[in-house]
């Protein structure tokens, strides 16, 4: 178990901040990394060709190592949806096949597959949200139309979980594509693109990866680099390190899924804070980031069931995040007594969404606590 990690982050004590599946807070050292990023600019005759590559590759690597893989199929990405659009654009869809999606998944995952469907002829398969798990459910919607399986390894509402190597196993035995949405859930727990072999794997890098907004992570398998990128810049390409010789154009890419990259990706203030984030995320380990945070919602879980309310169980989510439902409808005015009080988690669907992290206290589960109680 980590101990508190608090006086990390820019957090005044009388804020209880469970919403990290919404935003985390910036780390200190991320924020110090930015500003040193930002000021770097001020002498731009200090920035040299080599400033534009090699913080990029320090970050592909400490993302490699996040999700157990090899840098070289790492991309540098502004958001899920330019991730999704690199994968939709790569995978082979006819018309008549189908695009397997989950009831309610967030929309970055969805709005790429609606425009693939339109120019293909292929249709979109919805899985209902079940009453048990989502496994059995993906499982039995996979047959021998289905093109791809896009889905997340764990529901962005209340983060009931998705067995990735059961639904990999259906999915490469249908001869389609796995493209997995692991922005709920890079950075807080375990998962190895070894064991669940997707197509391409997309986050973002602002959540559960501490990292500043507008950046993301795709990771391409080994069969899928040497596609077709949804933009064409220069970085990417041969010898774009050498700028006295780029009027010599070339078709070759630089290696792996750096032709995925989005335009600027080399960002001054960008790469600093990713790197700030990934080395704290790497020396805390990710299986006890999952420890601790799963030791604070179960906590919540045990006291909000002792309330009547209906938190979903430990064995069907994830430990970093829960939805709890409440049986009677959400009491009017919650929300607005949480943020009265200071207290801040999401309501998504019918769920409170309660996300901590290595800062959360017991007087903050307390808090939520409390204020859920008095409104019921």
Same mark, same amino acid.
């Given at each position: 178990?980590?101990?508190?990690?608090?006086?990390? *982050?820019?957090?005044?004590?009388?804020?209880?901040?469970?919403?990290?599946?919404?935003?985390?807070?910036?780390?200190?050292?991320?924020?110090?990394?930015?500003?040193?990023? /930002?000021?770097?600019? =001020?002498?731009?005759?200090?920035?040299?060709?080599?400033?534009? &590559?090699?913080?990029?590759?320090?970050?592909?690597?400490?993302?490699?190592?996040?999700?157990?893989?090899?840098?070289?199929?790492?991309?540098?990405?502004?958001?899920?949806?330019?991730?999704?659009?690199?994968?939709?654009?790569?995978?082979?869809?006819?018309?008549?096949?189908? $695009? %397997?999606?989950?009831?309610?998944? &967030?929309?970055?995952?969805?709005?790429?597959?609606?425009?693939? +469907?339109?120019?293909?002829?292929?249709?979109? %398969?919805?899985?209902?949200?079940?009453?048990?798990?989502?496994?059995?459910?993906?499982?039995? +919607?996979?047959?021998?139309?289905?093109?791809?399986?896009?889905?997340?390894?764990?529901?962005?509402?209340?983060?009931?979980?998705?067995?990735?190597?059961?639904?990999?196993?259906?999915?490469?035995?249908?001869?389609?594509?796995?493209?997995?949405?692991?922005?709920?859930?890079?950075?807080?727990?375990? /998962?190895?693109?070894?064991?669940?072999?997707?197509? *391409?794997?997309?986050?973002?890098?602002?959540?559960?990866?501490?990292?500043?907004?507008?950046?993301?992570?795709?990771?391409?398998? =080994?069969?899928?680099? +040497?596609?077709?990128?949804?933009?064409?810049?220069?970085?990417?390409?041969?010898?774009?390190?050498?700028?006295?010789?780029?009027?010599?154009?070339?078709?070759? &890419?630089?290696?792996?899924?750096?032709?995925?990259?989005?335009?600027? *990706?080399?960002? *001054?203030?960008?790469?600093?804070?990713?790197?700030?984030?990934?080395?704290?995320?790497?020396?805390?380990?990710?299986? =006890?980031?999952?420890?601790?945070?799963?030791?604070?919602?179960?906590?919540?879980?045990?006291? !909000?069931? +002792?309330?009547?309310?209906?938190?979903?169980? =430990?064995?069907?989510? %994830?430990?970093?995040?829960?939805?709890?439902?409440?049986?009677?409808?959400?009491?009017?005015?919650?929300?607005?007594?949480?943020?009265?009080?200071?207290?801040?988690?999401?309501?998504?669907?019918?769920?409170?969404?309660?996300?901590?992290?290595?800062?959360?206290?017991?007087?903050?589960?307390?808090?939520?606590?409390?204020? $859920? !109680?008095?409104?019921?």
């Amino acid at each position: 178990m980590i101990p508190n990690q608090r006086s990390l *982050f820019d957090l005044p004590d009388d804020v209880a901040y469970l919403n990290c599946a919404y935003l985390t807070p910036q780390l200190r050292a991320v924020t110090a990394a930015g500003r040193e990023g /930002l000021a770097a600019k =001020e002498h731009p005759w200090n920035v040299v060709p080599d400033d534009f &590559f090699t913080p990029a590759e320090a970050v592909r690597e400490r993302f490699g190592r996040v999700i157990g893989a090899d840098p070289d199929g790492v991309a540098l990405i502004p958001s899920v949806s330019y991730g999704i659009s690199v994968a939709a654009a790569n995978v082979s869809i006819r018309a008549g096949q189908t $695009v %397997v999606v989950l009831a309610e998944q &967030f929309p970055s995952n969805i709005y790429p597959w609606w425009r693939v +469907a339109e120019l293909t002829g292929a249709d979109l %398969v919805t899985v209902p949200r079940p009453t048990g798990a989502w496994t059995p459910a993906i499982l039995d +919607a996979i047959d021998g139309r289905t093109a791809v399986v896009a889905v997340p390894e764990c529901h962005w509402t209340d983060g009931s979980l998705v067995d990735l190597v059961a639904v990999g196993e259906a999915t490469r035995g249908a001869g389609a594509a796995l493209v997995v949405d692991a922005s709920q859930s890079a950075g807080a727990r375990r /998962l190895d693109v070894d064991t669940v072999r997707p197509d *391409f794997l997309i986050t973002v890098g602002y959540k559960w990866l501490l990292g500043p907004y507008r950046t993301g992570y795709l990771w391409a398998a =080994e069969d899928q680099r +040497a596609g077709v990128p949804i933009e064409f810049g220069w970085l990417p390409r041969e010898g774009s390190s050498d700028f006295s010789r780029l009027v010599d154009y070339t078709t070759s &890419f630089q290696p792996g899924a750096r032709r995925y990259d989005v335009g600027e *990706f080399g960002d *001054f203030i960008a790469m600093p804070m990713l790197r700030a984030a990934l080395d704290q995320l790497l020396d805390w380990g990710l299986d =006890e980031i999952t420890a601790t945070l799963g030791a604070i919602n179960a906590t919540v879980e045990e006291e !909000a069931a +002792a309330l009547g309310l209906d938190p979903a169980p =430990e064995a069907t989510r %994830v430990a970093h995040m829960m939805g709890v439902r409440f049986p009677d409808g959400v009491p009017p005015g919650l929300m607005e007594d949480l943020q009265k009080a200071r207290v801040y988690v999401s309501m998504r669907g019918d769920s409170m969404r309660v996300a901590p992290h290595l800062f959360t206290t017991d007087a903050d589960v307390d808090r939520l606590l409390d204020v $859920v !109680a008095s409104a019921l």
